[in-house]
C-alpha cells in the first residue's frame, strides 16, 4: 500500500503506525509475561481495529464481524490499546497550561447548533370530537351502572 493510501486508510503515516505497534508489542509482552490466554489477533490487526473505530466512527459490532471477534472483546482491545498509547509520553496531548504559554493568536468560530421545534398547527377533526364524546359518555354509563349496583346492594343488605 503507498503511503498516502494507509494514511487516507488508518489516519496516520506509515512511521507513527509502527512507532505504536512497538509501543504496544512492549506493553504486550509485559502483560503476557505474567501468563493468560494469548490473543486471537495480531498486534498490527488489533492496532488497525483501534485506528478504525476513532476514524471512522465503526461500531463494536461491526468491527466484530470484520475481524471475526465478539463486541465485547472488540472493545476490551480498542480500549487497551487507547490506554497503553495515552500512558506512553510519546503520544501524549500537551496540557492546556501548554496551550495558555502559547502566544499565537486564536480563530475562534462559534456555531449554532440549538433545536427548535417546529411549530405545527394541531389537528382536530370532527371524527375525533365526536370519538372523545362516546367515550366521556361510555365512561359516564359504566360509572351510573356501578354506583347503582352499589346502592341496590346496600338497600337490600342494610
Known sequence: M?????KRLTGVKKNTFTAMSSIVRKAENKRM????????LEIEDRLLMTLEYLREYR??????????????ACYRNCKWIEDTLIKNKAFALPGKKVLLKNNEPWDVILVDATESPIERPKKKGKAQESSKKEKQSAKALLFRE?????????????
Open 2 to 6: 503507498t503511503p498516502s493510501a494507509f
Open 33 to 40: 509475561s505474567r501468563g493468560g490466554k494469548p490473543p486471537h
Open 59 to 72: 461500531t463494536y459490532f461491526h468491527l466484530g464481524k470484520s475481524y471475526g471477534l465478539s463486541e465485547s
Open 146 to 158: 356501578k354506583e347503582k349496583a352499589h346502592t341496590k346492594n346496600t338497600n337490600c343488605c342494610g
